[in-house]
Every structure is written in C-alpha cells, then in structure tokens.
C-alpha cells in the first residue's frame, strides 16, 4: 500500500517501514563484539595467568625467607654463651673486656 507525495517519490507505508521483525539488524555488530571479547581472552589469560603463578612464588618466597631468618635468629641465640649476654646488659663492663682471647 504505497502512497504518493505531491513531489512523485513513493513513501513507505507505516507497517513496512516499522514493522521489519523478519531481518536480524545488529548481527553483524554482535559478531564483532564477540569475536573483540574472544581475541582479548586468547590474549590476556597466558599474562594474567604468569602473574598469578609469580605472585604465588613470591608469597612462597618470603614465607620461606621468614622461616629461615627465624632459624638463624634461634641458632645465634642459641650459640651465644650465657656470659656474653650479661656482660653486654650490664653496664658498668666496658667493650673491651668482651674483645679478650678465650679458652
């Protein structure tokens, strides 16, 4: 059901020109996204994953590190003869009667 302007030119009815619910509009627009989100995971999960795994070796690290600083600590303190502990809080000994020879 066309109609007729005054100018000649045929316009489009309200129903076909509206009411187009055969044709996907926008299914080209949708691939893109799809295929734009789809190329960014392929890209970004071998980084984002490294990272994950060197955080994980880092917290693994410094845990380690605090354990074996801890272990040292208890090994000098262990090392260090009774005597020398109290001669150091005590003040009235000067520093170098801790420097003599022992045997």
């Known amino acids: 059901m066309a109609l007729r302007s005054s ?15 055969n044709r996907r509009q926008g299914s080209g627009r949708l691939l893109a996204v799809t295929a734009i989100f789809f190329m960014l995971a392929l890209f970004l999960a071998p980084p984002i994953k490294n990272y994950f795994v060197q955080r994980a070796q880092i917290n693994a690290l410094q845990s ?7 272990a040292l600590d208890a090994a000098r303190r262990a090392s260090i003869p009774k005597d020398f502990v109290t001669a150091m809080s005590d003040t009235s000994v000067p520093p170098a009667s801790l420097m003599t020879e022992r045997t």
């Open 64 to 70: 380690q590190l605090k354990s074996d600083n801890s």
């Open 7 to 21: 100018s000649g030119k045929r316009k489009k009815s309200y129903r076909s020109r509206n009411l187009n619910f």
